[in-house]
Nanobody, 126 residues
Framework: QVQLVESGGGLVQPGGSLRLSCAASGRTFSSYTMGWFRQAPGKEREFVAAIVWSGFIRYYADSMQGRFTISRDNAKNTVYLQMNSLKPEDTAVYYC???????????????????WGQGTQVTVSS
């Protein structure tokens, strides 16, 4: 069992940056693949980025590639999402997710994850 707590959301102007953090409980954080998803009002939750347990492999949704960076610090049990060049369409609740299942596929769908945080609101507006 792992508990996830997101932080770092807020209001930012278009073109600005934010860094989200997700703190995980438990002593086996380094064995978990971690992901970020987001959900805008009236839309389904969608994949943003993922990083495997080792940190060597990362995945991004096409619309975030080049603007968002996922990273992790296993010593701090924390995963980060650095978001640059933010756009109004990035406005959403951002969720952190975790899984310790091993799969040969890419961990980019909701069913790939077993644990979820409560989310943090990101609003991009002038």
């Amino acid at each position: 069992q792992v508990q996830l707590v997101e932080s770092g959301g807020g209001l930012v102007q278009p073109g600005g940056s934010l860094r989200l953090s997700c703190a995980a409980s438990g002593r086996t954080f380094s064995s978990y693949t971690m992901g970020w998803f987001r959900q805008a009002p009236g839309k389904e939750r969608e994949f943003v980025a993922a990083i495997v347990w080792s940190g060597f492999i990362r995945y991004y949704a096409d619309s975030m590639q080049g603007r968002f960076t996922i990273s992790r610090d296993n010593a701090k049990n924390t995963v980060y999402l650095q978001m640059n060049s933010l756009k109004p369409e990035d406005t959403a609740v951002y969720y952190c997710a975790a899984t310790n299942r091993r799969s040969s596929g890419r961990p980019i769908t909701l069913p790939d994850y077993d644990y979820w945080g409560q989310g943090t609101q990101v609003t991009v507006s002038s």
